[in-house]
């Protein structure tokens, strides 16, 4: 989850999925976002089978790109931490940085050969002619095994993308 359009985005999405097929349900959200917990909490009436997990930020707003190395590393390492905790089925992202040390090590334990993860990654509906530097990261690396975008001409650029219309 990443604070602002992002976690808007995820709640109005995970709000159609039928909850009883995927429980319990974690949701990551990154240590410094404020808000998303409390979101969280407005879409989950039945709070038994929900937890929240936190992990620090690749990256924060303006901050050095020269730093950015050290904080996605530590990142890295927290999720992977967080990734061998949970052992998550599948994990639904949206573009939130935050996302991306998580299918990170997610592939990392598929490469072992210690689970197989699926990943379902759904562009922001706000991007309309070009995907996310997250999008761009998971799409390149083919570390989504499900890449869906929202725009049917994001779909004719990104040939392994998925067009399902508006999800948002």
Request: charged content about 15%; some cysteine; overall charge positive.
């Amino acid at each position: 989850m990443g604070s602002g359009g992002h976690t808007s985005e995820m709640m109005h999405l995970l709000h159609h999925i039928p909850k009883h097929h995927f429980t319990p349900r974690i949701y990551v959200i990154a240590a410094t976002d404020i808000l998303s917990a409390a979101k969280v909490g407005d879409i989950e009436s039945d709070q038994a089978d929900v937890a929240i997990r936190y992990i620090p930020r690749s990256r924060e707003v303006g901050q050095s790109w020269l730093t950015t190395v050290c904080t996605t590393t530590y990142a890295c390492c927290m999720s992977a931490i967080l990734v061998w905790d949970v052992w998550p089925d599948i994990i639904i992202c949206n573009g939130p940085g935050t996302c991306v040390p998580i299918i990170v090590a997610a592939h990392l334990v598929k490469i072992l050969g210690i689970k197989s993860v699926a990943v379902v990654f759904v562009e922001s509906f706000a991007r309309v002619q070009s995907l996310s530097l997250t999008g761009r990261i998971l799409y390149a690396l083919r570390l989504a095994d499900v890449f869906v975008v929202q725009w049917e001409q994001l779909r004719e650029k990104y040939v392994r993308a998925m067009y399902c219309g508006r999800l948002v």
